[in-house]
């Protein structure tokens, strides 16, 4: 299979409709392609609401963006995506928080953080070679490079799988920065204030005993040295 090539980068702007405006804060809000799918990007884990028979389900999931859709995976009989492949909606969170902001009244205490809330239908890809793409991105978003330095699956092993594909038809962005802000009563309190920056951070690798001796690969040692940088204090 050949390399899928890297998606556009994102234009136009979710069109602002009454179920994606952000109502509170709403100068938090944000609506443009670049901002939500960055944010998109860097998450890892997704939050996928839908309503099954009646009932308000939430699933967490491992996800990946390829263009203006999230891909997902899992056994045959999921349940989550069984309830994609029968189109019908559903609704995706993805947050990240990036530092904790202490304010010296407790009414004001906060967090940095970047959200995003998405809505769409999806399908399942049933073609295997449609499969095995969808497969490659989930690989190489999880890390990158490792579809090309491992065995890839075989036809029978893309088969015992489900990957859904949901487009993504509507979104909205939520971000808050800076440091903490006390109302002028509560600035002269003698109690400290300010910002924590928070990231995820990667480990030293743990090579498994049946990969004794198999050298870390190239790719992954340089994604490793991009995610394990500790998070740097906020200027505002």
């Known amino acids: 299979m050949k390399t899928p090539k890297p998606a556009s980068p994102p234009t136009e702007a979710f069109p602002v409709t009454e179920r994606n405006r952000v109502r ?9 392609r670049e901002t939500v799918y960055a944010i998109l990007d860097e998450g890892m884990v997704c939050q996928v609401a839908f309503v099954q028979e009646g009932r308000p389900m939430v699933i967490p999931t491992l996800y990946a963006r390829r263009g203006d859709a999230l891909l997902l995976h899992g056994a045959v009989g999921n349940n989550l995506l069984q309830h994609i492949g029968a ?22 205490l906060s967090v940095n953080y970047r959200s995003v809330v998405l809505f769409g239908r999806g399908r399942l890809l049933e073609d295997p070679a449609e499969k095995q793409e969808a497969l490659y991105w989930l690989t190489e978003r999880l890390v990158p ?33 800076g440091m903490p802000h006390d109302e002028p009563a509560d600035s002269d309190l003698p109690v400290w204030a300010g910002y924590v920056p928070i990231a995820q951070v990667f480990g030293e ?20 040295a991009r995610r394990s940088q500790p998070p740097s204090a906020f200027k505002e």
Not at 24 to 32: C, F, T
Not at 164 to 177: D, G, N, Y
Not at 205 to 224: C, I, N, R, S, W
Request: glycine share 8%; net charge neutral; no cysteine.
């Open 24 to 32: 509170r804060y709403a100068k938090r809000g944000h609506y443009d």
């Open 87 to 108: 189109g019908h909606e559903v609704a995706v969170n993805v947050a990240l928080i990036d530092g904790l902001v202490v304010t010296k009244a407790v009414k004001g």
């Open 145 to 177: 490079g490792h579809w090309q330095e491992t065995n890839q699956p075989s036809l029978e092993a893309i088969r015992g799988v489900a990957v859904a594909e949901i487009t993504i038809e509507s979104a909205s962005a939520k971000v808050r920065t």
């Open 205 to 224: 690798p743990v090579t498994a005993e049946h990969a004794a001796g198999a050298p870390l690969p190239k790719a992954l040692q340089d994604y490793l």
